[in-house]
C-alpha cells in the first residue's frame, strides 16, 4: 500500500499533482519531473486513484508532455472522460434536485462537491462524490419529507445531527441540518456561528449551474467548514489528497477577498490554529500552493516537520481511508459480518490513529480522541 511507493513515483506524482492544480496559475514553478524514464507509471497512476486525483494528474501529464505506457495513457483519458460524464449528469441531477425543492418553497445550500468544483480550472475534471444540501431546521425537516418517497435507498438518520442520506437515480444525496464535525465543543460552537452567518445574515454566494442558481456557503463560511471537514476525516477515518486540494482551490480562487481577521478569529476560538499551520505547510510544500495565498503560512521547521507526517499518513490510508481494508473486513469475507469482531478492529484502529496523530498534534489529539471514540460507540449502539 502507500508505505510500498517507490521514491522516484512520488516525486513525480507530487510533481504532477502540482503541475495540474495550478495550471491556471502565472510564474508558478511546479518543479520539473525527475528523469521520466525512472518513474513507475503504474505506481503513479495508482496512486491518483487512491487519492481520487486521477484528473489533476492528467492535467499534470499534459503540462509536461510526458508519455506514460500508451495502454496506461489510454486508460487513463478513458476514466477522465468518463469522470466528465458523471460531473456533468450529476450538474444535471443537481438544478433537478435544486428546483424541486424551490417548487415547494424549500431552500437549501449546496456544500462541498460540485461547488468546490468551480474553483478548479477544470471543473469536470474533479473526481465527484456526494449531493451535500446544508438546511435550517424548517427545510431539513420539509426536504426530508419531499426527497425520502422518491429515493431508491435510504440510510439510517442521525436525529441529534439532523443528518439523513439516500441514494436518488444513483446519485447519493446528503441532507445536513448542522455540519458538526464530532471533535470537540469548542469546534461545534464555531460552526453553529457559521450556520446563523449562513441562514440569518445571508452570508452565501452562488453558482450558475445551466439555468438554475445554486447558492453555496460565503468564502469566509466555507473556508472553515471545508478546514473542519478536512479534520473530521483526517482525525477520523482518513484524509485524501483531493480533499486537501479542494480547501487549497478554494482558498486561491478567493485569496483577494477573504477576511483574515475574522478568518484567524475564528480558527484561534475553535483552537485549530496549529492544524491550520501544519496543513498550510503541507499545502505550500508538497501541492506548491502559492504561499502569499495561504494564510498563516510559515515556513518554520517546525510546521514542515509535522507536514511530512502529514503527507506519510495521507499516502498510507488513501482517500477515505482507501487503503484501510484488511481480509479480516473485506466485505466477501464471512468474517467481516461477525459484529463484535468489526467493532473491535474499529475501536483498534482509532486508537492506532491516536498514536500516529498525537505525533502531529498531540495536545489536539487528546482533546478529540473522547468525542472520537464516543462517536464511534454511538454508531456501534446504532448497529452501523
Known amino acids: 500500500m502507500g508505505l510500498n511507493w517507490h521514491e522516484s513515483s512520488i516525486n513525480a506524482f507530487f510533481a504532477l499533482v502540482r503541475a495540474g492544480l495550478w495550471a491556471d496559475v502565472e ?8 528523469s521520466v524514464d525512472s518513474v513507475d ?3 503513479v497512476y495508482q496512486l491518483s486513484e487512491e487519492q481520487s486525483v486521477v484528473g489533476l494528474v492528467l492535467a499534470g501529464i499534459e503540462h509536461y508532455n510526458v508519455k506514460p505506457p500508451q495502454g496506461l495513457l489510454l486508460q487513463w483519458i478513458g476514466e477522465v472522460q468518463i469522470l466528465e460524464q458523471r460531473n456533468l449528469a450529476m450538474n444535471k441531477f443537481i438544478s433537478g434536485l435544486i ?10 445550500i449546496l456544500v462541498k462537491g460540485q461547488g468546490i468544483a468551480q474553483c478548479y480550472e477544470r471543473p469536470l475534471w474533479r473526481c ?6 446544508f438546511l435550517n431546521e424548517d427545510n431539513y425537516n420539509r426536504a426530508n419529507e419531499l426527497l425520502v418517497p422518491i429515493a431508491s435507498e435510504v440510510e439510517k438518520e442521525y436525529v441529534r445531527e439532523m443528518h439523513l442520506g439516500m441514494t436518488i437515480n444513483s446519485f447519493v444525496v446528503e441532507l445536513h441540518g448542522t455540519l458538526y464535525s464530532g471533535l470537540s465543543s469548542k469546534i461545534e460552537k464555531g460552526l453553529d456561528e457559521i450556520k446563523r452567518a449562513i441562514f440569518f445574515e445571508g452570508r452565501v454566494r452562488s453558482w ?7 447558492f453555496l456557503p460565503s468564502a469566509d463560511e466555507d473556508v472553515i467548514y471545508v478546514f473542519t471537514h478536512m479534520l473530521q476525516h483526517f482525525f477520523k477515518e482518513g484524509l485524501g489528497l483531493r480533499q486537501v486540494c479542494d480547501w487549497c482551490r478554494l482558498l486561491w480562487t478567493y485569496k483577494d477577498s477573504l477576511n483574515r481577521v475574522l478568518l484567524e478569529s475564528r480558527i484561534r476560538k475553535m483552537g485549530l490554529m496549529s492544524e491550520w ?3 498550510a505547510a503541507f499545502a505550500v510544500d508538497y501541492l506548491g500552493m502559492p504561499s502569499e495565498a495561504m494564510p498563516f503560512y510559515s515556513a518554520d521547521e517546525k510546521w514542515k516537520r509535522k507536514a511530512d507526517k502529514i503527507c506519510a499518513f495521507i499516502l498510507e490510508v488513501g482517500n477515505m481511508g482507501h487503503n484501510r481494508g484488511s481480509w479480516l473486513m473485506d466485505h466477501d469475507s464471512w468474517f467481516s459480518r461477525l459484529y463484535v469482531v468489526s467493532k473491535v478492529y474499529s475501536m483498534g484502529r482509532r486508537c492506532g490513529d491516536l498514536i500516529r496523530h498525537a505525533r502531529i498534534f498531540p495536545l489536539d489529539s487528546l482533546r ?6 464516543y462517536n464511534g460507540i454511538r454508531s456501534a449502539v446504532r448497529g452501523e
Request: net charge negative; charged share 25%; proline share 2%.
Open 27 to 34: 510564474s508558478t514553478d511546479f518543479q520539473n519531473l525527475e
Open 208 to 214: 450558475m449551474n445551466g439555468n438554475t442558481q445554486v
Open 277 to 279: 499551520r501544519a496543513f
Open 99 to 108: 428546483e424541486k425543492l424551490r417548487h415547494q418553497d424549500v431552500y437549501t
Open 128 to 133: 465527484c462524490g456526494d449531493v451535500d444540501l
Open 41 to 43: 507509471w503504474g505506481e
Open 368 to 373: 478529540f480522541f473522547p468525542y472520537v471514540m
